[in-house]
């Protein structure tokens, strides 16, 4: 089967089992399936092409290939949609993989807020009705950095052994997406249907896309990413997802320009890569708007130069002004340089808040949670020429933003939103990973509460009641470091 393709598209474009054959397989059929790989006729130009869009359309070439991790047992933190009690950690015993896809023995994964908003806040271990991704039991997770430990015959981006990262967001580099710029959008990532990776021991299927928070994960090729760097996988552990959406905000899409001014709203994970983005581009003024102190203080060490507090404006309008105020010096002469009152405000505005899905055990931000009055507040902040980067997430279809009608349509105010902020995983990744080697990026500053499996709740609870900046799972224990990196 093809992954691309939905079930109604695959129905129409599956061939019958007597033209899989490698001497049957004419060269139309192949073009009129994709099945682009396949050209040249023989066995070695499939094994070597690894074509994405010609997944799953050469079974018969594969005869005897048997995945080493077919039904291997291992333990993963699963939730149940058909229960009430659906987040534990259970033996999974492992589906034989896709001859395009990955095993990885996860090091570290992050608990991202995307995962841990979907649970109970009373009770992680109860799912909100109506939540359910999927109807099928699956294992959670936002990504994942370990060991490969077994790749199917069609996979050429790593091999066995390899120090690799398991990406939020795939980049195939061959799509429509992919070719456009616009990576973030992938389309081996995204519709792509879930993947089964194993059963229950009542024999359930498990689904299980991204799921770093178990012993091992299985992941499409596109998702993967060999690291060549000796960066502790706690530290890489956020890059799967949120670090690299905040230092994309900041340094891929509409890049931060030098000597700039920046505000950016919120310094959790998200925003404090944002903040680090932002000194990495050579801002002059970085303002990060945080309820929480030690997130604040953490904003200020790396990078930020200034940290407000909004629960000490009387409402948003108070901010937005006091933001104004602080950007730029106001002239009266235009001419010179200078930018009246009116044309004030940050350079680049970023917002990192979304909506509240759990009460903070910290302080909070208690006049408005759902982060509509931080949008409304992005757009008054922006000024003409002023760019605006969002990836607010949690929104309910009721929470509308409203504004001026004649500033939307002719304010030059720009936005630009979505998560993973058009990032493309092989070509930027790398390149931050190069920089916390270098000491130039700190990896560590993102790292919170390490928690082993066992303990995966201290992990989302740290996430979701923000007590710590991030909660990472360590599903094979503690590790000290990487691995000796690969060299190949
Ligand atoms: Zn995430
Ligand atoms: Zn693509």
């Given at each position: 089967m093809n992954p691309y393709l939905p079930d109604s598209e695959l129905e129409r474009r599956d061939l019958p089992e007597s033209e899989l054959g490698v001497e049957s397989f004419s060269r139309r059929t192949m073009l009129k399936t994709g099945?682009?790989?396949?050209?040249?006729?023989s066995a070695a130009a499939v094994l070597g092409g690894g074509s994405a869009l010609a997944q799953g359309q050469a079974p018969a070439l594969l005869t005897g290939w048997r995945p080493e991790t077919a039904g291997m047992t291992f333990r993963a933190l699963v939730r149940d949609p058909r229960t009430t009690s659906p987040a534990s950690v259970v033996d999974v015993r492992m589906n034989p993989i896709d001859p395009h896809q990955v095993v990885v023995k996860v090091q570290a994964a992050q608990g991202c807020y995307t995962i841990v908003g979907d649970l109970d806040p009373d009770n992680l271990q109860t799912v909100k009705a109506?939540?359910?991704?999927?109807?099928m039991p699956y294992a959670l997770g936002h990504g994942a950095v370990g060991i490969v430990e077994e790749v199917g015959p069609m996979v050429k981006r790593v091999k066995k052994g390899d120090y690799a990262m398991v990406c939020l967001g795939g980049t195939c580099g061959q799509c429509y997406q992919c070719l456009h710029g616009r990576s973030n959008a992938c389309q081996s990532n995204v519709g792509r249907k879930p993947i089964v990776v194993g059963t229950l021991s009542d024999g359930s299927p498990v689904g299980g896309n991204l799921a770093g928070c178990a012993e091992y994960v299985v992941a499409w090729e596109e998702s993967m990413l060999p690291v060549f760097a000796s960066v502790p996988a706690v530290e890489l552990a956020s890059l799967t997802c949120p670090m690299a959406c905040g230092l994309g905000m900041a340094m891929v899409r509409s890049p931060i320009e030098w000597g700039s001014s920046v505000a950016v709203f919120g310094a959790g994970p998200i925003g404090l890569s944002s903040v680090m983005g932002a000194r990495l581009m050579g801002a002059s003024q970085i303002i990060v708007v945080e309820p929480i102190r030690y997130r604040r203080e953490l904003a200020l060490k790396n990078g930020a130069t200034y940290a407000l507090n909004p629960n000490d404006f009387e409402d948003g309008a108070a901010l937005v002004a006091h933001i104004k105020g602080m950007v730029g010096y106001e002239s009266e002469r235009p001419f010179a340089g200078g930018r009246s009152a009116a044309r004030r405000g940050p350079d680049f505005i970023i917002e990192?808040?979304?909506?509240?899905?759990f009460p903070p055990r910290v302080e909070r931000y208690a006049r408005e949670p759902h982060g509509i009055e931080v949008l409304q507040n992005v757009f008054a902040l922006c000024p003409a020429g002023g760019m605006m980067r969002t990836c607010g997430w949690g929104y309910t279809p009721d929470m509308k933003v409203t504004f001026w009608a004649g500033d939307w349509a002719n304010g030059s105010k720009h936005q630009t939103g979505g998560n993973m902020a058009a990032i493309n995983t092989l070509r930027d990744i790398p390149r931050w990973i190069r920089m916390m080697e270098a000491k130039e990026l700190n990896g560590a500053a993102v790292v919170g509460t390490v928690s082993s499996l066992d303990r995966w709740k201290d992990a989302f609870e740290a996430c979701g009641y923000r007590t710590a900046i991030t909660g990472i799972v360590t599903p094979n224990g503690p590790t000290s470091g990487p691995p000796s990196p690969t060299t190949a």
């Open positions: 099945a682009g790989a396949l050209i040249g006729g109506g939540t359910a991704l999927t109807d990192a808040v979304g909506g509240e899905k």
